[in-house]
Structure formats: structure tokens, C-alpha cells
């Protein structure tokens, strides 16, 4: 099993759709963790972090089950520019740290 | 303005030649990073330091190597040996049990 998994993807949603997608994690000692947007031929960059209680920001919310070790990001109202591949980072603490989902491509079309 | 600086943004390679690509952070942070990206794959894990004069193998350290003699700068050399280096390098770094920053990558390619 991967350590961090994550919906295979490609998602395709009209403009103005909500979509979801979800991740999960194998190291119960897991510590914080971090949603990422890579656009094509670029380097990922920092979308949200993700807390235990939830948050949002704008049309985005990351969830946090400790429990069933798994997070999730709801994009609302997809807009064009959502395009891109969205990368779930997990941070165990330990020397190596940070470890990636392999990544979900999300089109949205006109 | 602080951050992480790769350079160079193309690298051409012939076969059989050793290339070192630059990456330089003046965030301070201790962790550096070196990942691999291949198209429509994820992030591999080259190698990685969390102090200076040191440093640990990652997930695909076969053909890489690396130094790490400043705080602010850790080099990964793409030798001979690493017989399909064609790939997407980014580096990162962390200053502890938060998020990565990014360089902007290196695309190299052998020709």
C-alpha cells in the first residue's frame, strides 16, 4: 500500500460544478498536512494546509479524519482557471518528511 | 525577497556526461529536498538533507548524488550512471514540520 493515496482521476466538470476529491494516509503518526496545485510544467505550489477542524478558503475546503486517516478538498463553483493537477502532501515528522499522492488532474470545462 | 532559486530553468545533456543543477535558498530553512518528476507522474524522492554535511538517499538515488556544504545550498549532480535522467527536478525546502516551498525546477533532457 502507498503510503499516500489519492483518487486516480482525471476528473472533467463543466464550469460552476462542485467537485471533490479525497486522499489517503498509512502513517497514523502523520503530523500536518497540505493540499498542492501543480499547473502543467510547473512546481507545485501551497493551495491550503489542512486542520483537524476543517477550513476554508473561498471556494475551497480541506477536511481533516484523523480517524479514518484520509483528507479531502472540495473545490465549489469550478472556474476555468481550476484547471490543474492537485497534489496531497502528508508530513510524518520524521527526517524525510514530506510525502506526496501521486497527484488528480482536474479539467473543468467551458 | 526570500525563496528557493534552481537554476537552470533547460539543461541539455549529451549521453554519458555528468551535470549539476543548482538549487539555493535563502529561507533558512535546514531540509532540503530533491524530487523527480516524469510526465503525468507524481514527485520521487532523490535525496534529502536535514542538516549541513549530511544528507540521505531517497526513493530513486541510484545515479544522483549530492552535496550539501551550506545551509543555503544543496546541488544534485546527475551522473553518467543514471541512465534515463529525461525528467522534470524540483527542488524544495522546509524548516521543519510545515509545508515545502518549491524552486521553479530544472527541465533536463539528454540529447
Known amino acids: 500500500r502507498k503510503e499516500v493515496e489519492q483518487d486516480p482521476g482525471p476528473f472533467n466538470v463543466p464550469e460552476g460544478a462542485t467537485v471533490a476529491f479525497n486522499c489517503t494516509y498509512s502513517?497514523?503518526?502523520?503530523?500536518?498536512f497540505f493540499w498542492y496545485r501543480q499547473d502543467c510544467r510547473k512546481e507545485p505550489k501551497l493551495l491550503m494546509s489542512?486542520?483537524?477542524s476543517g477550513n476554508e478558503d473561498g471556494r475551497f475546503t480541506a477536511q481533516l479524519n484523523r480517524a479514518s486517516q484520509y483528507i479531502s478538498l472540495l473545490i465549489r463553483d469550478s472556474k476555468l482557471s481550476d484547471s490543474a493537477t492537485y497534489l496531497c502532501v502528508v508530513n510524518n515528522g520524521s527526517a524525510r518528511q514530506l510525502t506526496f499522492g501521486s497527484g488528480t488532474q482536474l479539467t473543468v470545462l467551458p | 525577497d526570500g525563496g528557493i532559486t534552481q537554476s537552470p530553468k533547460y539543461l541539455f545533456r549529451k549521453e554519458g556526461q555528468n551535470v549539476t543543477l543548482s538549487c539555493e535558498q535563502n529561507l533558512n530553512h535546514d531540509a532540503m529536498y530533491w524530487y523527480r518528476q516524469d510526465p503525468g507522474q507524481g514527485l520521487r524522492l532523490i535525496y534529502y538533507?536535514?542538516?549541513?554535511?549530511?544528507?540521505q538517499k531517497g526513493d530513486i538515488a541510484e545515479g544522483y548524488s549530492v552535496s550539501r556544504e551550506k545551509k543555503e545550498s544543496f546541488p544534485l549532480t546527475v551522473t553518467s550512471a543514471q541512465k534515463n535522467p529525461t525528467a522534470f527536478y524540483l527542488c524544495?525546502?522546509?524548516?521543519?514540520?510545515?509545508?515545502?516551498?518549491f524552486g521553479q525546477g530544472t527541465r533536463l533532457t539528454v540529447v
Open positions: 489542512v486542520y483537524s
Open positions: 524544495a525546502s522546509t524548516p521543519g514540520n510545515t509545508e515545502a516551498f
Open positions: 538533507s536535514q542538516i549541513v554535511n549530511d544528507f
Open positions: 502513517n497514523s503518526a502523520s503530523q500536518s
